[in-house]
């Protein structure tokens, strides 16, 4: 894997340390009061909570290429979306 696929593969996680870590340096800078790390520290928290949640799949609707032609041929209406993680 290379460094702009690894890069590609977890933006979202570095955009959130890259922000939240500005913002801590500031804090720290300021000598921050309690209730300021108090919203860092929520933030952090809803940060993880949706790279995690973003993480996770759905499972499998159709387990070979025969449920996938099965249900093209079914004559029901049949979305196929080709995505790429790059």
Same mark, same amino acid.
């Given at each position: 894997?290379? #460094? ?10 570095? /955009?959130?340390? #890259?922000?939240?870590? /500005? ?13 300021a ?12 909570g949706?790279? #995690? ?14 449920d ?6 079914? /004559? ?11």
């Open positions: 894997m290379t #460094l702009a696929q690894l890069l590609n593969q977890n933006s979202f996680l570095l /955009g959130g340390v #890259l922000v939240l870590g /500005g913002w801590w340096v500031v804090l720290i800078v300021r000598r921050a009061r309690r209730y790390w108090l919203i860092w520290a929520a933030a952090v928290a809803i940060v993880v949706f790279n #995690l949640a973003a993480r996770t799949t759905p499972e499998r609707t159709f387990e070979s290429v025969a996938v032609q099965t249900a093209i041929a079914s /004559g029901k209406p049949t979305l196929v979306e080709f995505y790429s993680n790059y």
